[in-house]
């Protein structure tokens, strides 16, 4: 695959804040691409920037091999000079118009006349199961039915890129899961090129070919779901991909301890950048990893077990949602109902239990809070540096 859309050093500023900063990347061509983050990350700004709707202060972008922004060469292309799709969050469906004439508006603009006449407006709303619905208004739609005209106004021109501002946000959780369930069919079978944003970790990993997660304008990790899910870069996208539980570590003579006291055995863990460890670290995990047992005669074999006090439950059908204490840490899990319920509905707050997961499912960070000096600032001041 060749690179299809390229960004570089794009940045975008709003007085003194920097929204998007130096940011790199490189779109391949029918890749669907994720950015990912939490609110105020830059990613709309991003895809607001591709689409031609925000002029950044520098950088480049480049579309295949026209280039439609250069600070430097002070080119900036319109937007509907771009050739791209965009679906919005809010459908952004002409009132006025029917979903017929909504969907063959990019054609109107872009002079498309053979294409209306070929019936791509009919084509395009039937692969987004709405042929039956042309001679509607958006006001007689439902949420799901806007979002998917809207899907297929944004892919009706054909466009170099198709881009996706958040366009499932205002589904209930029914509908989100058929809407994005048909951008997955759709992409397969059309095999258009699209940047989707969004803040939803199920949405990205569902959807994406490759993931941007993005913190401060800049990204974090650039790669595939599976290589993110399985080995986050850092502490941050760690909790962002649903690595919920955190826990302290600190370093003894006989390896690493947590604020409960209980060793924990890293042989097996993930542990990335050990060079740059203190006397603390940083160990996330996710709540599915977690068990849950009333002693330690239940922790299977291998596993790593800590002390902790129930804190909450709460009922999710098969299974229940639990929060314990364990040191200064606060671990969620999820328990079997038909295994845990009678034992867990008899507890009280304060309850002791033990908890244990798999070395394995842990990923260890540094420290960012830990003043003392690292392994490799150690290293670097026996070698005549100094600290």
Known sequence: MTSQFTVSGLTKTYGANVVVDQLDLAIEE??????????????????????????????????????????QAKLDVPAHKRNIGMVFQSYALWPHMTVRDNIRYPLKVRKLRERISAGAVEAAADMVDCGKLL???PSQLSGGQQQRVAVARGLVAQPDLVLFDEPLSNLDARLRDQVRSQI????????????????????????????AIMKAGKIEQYDAPE???????????????????????????????????DELDLTHAVVRDSADYGTSAVARLRPDDVLLHTSMNEVPHGN??????????????RHFDVTVQTGTERLALRADAAEHGA???????????????????????????????????????????QL
């Open 343 to 385: 034992v867990l509905r008899s507890s009280r707050q304060g309850a002791p239990y033990v908890v244990s997961f798999s070395p394995a499912s842990l990923r260890v960070f540094a420290d960012p809070d830990d003043p003392s000096p690292t392994v490799s600032e150690l290293a670097t001041a026996g070698a005549g540096g």
């Open 304 to 317: 790593v077990a800590l002390h902790a006090e129930l804190v909450t439950y709460e009922y999710g059908g």
């Open 30 to 71: 029918g890749e669907f691409l994720v950015l990912l983050g939490p609110s105020g990350c830059g990613k709309t700004t991003t895809l607001r920037c591709l689409a031609g709707l925000e002029t950044p202060q520098d950088g480049s972008i480049v579309f295949q091999d026209r280039a439609v922004f250069d600070a």
């Open 135 to 137: 001679d509607r208004y």
């Open 184 to 211: 997955h069919q759709l992409h397969k079978r059309l095999g258009f090129t699209a940047v989707f944003v969004t803040h939803d970790q199920a949405e990205a990993f569902a959807l994406g070919d490759r993931l």
């Open 227 to 261: 290589r993110v899910f399985e080995n986050p870069v850092s502490e941050y996208v760690a909790a962002f991909i649903g690595m919920a539980n955190r826990l302290e570590l600190r370093h003894s003579h006989n390896g690493w301890i947590t604020s409960a006291g």
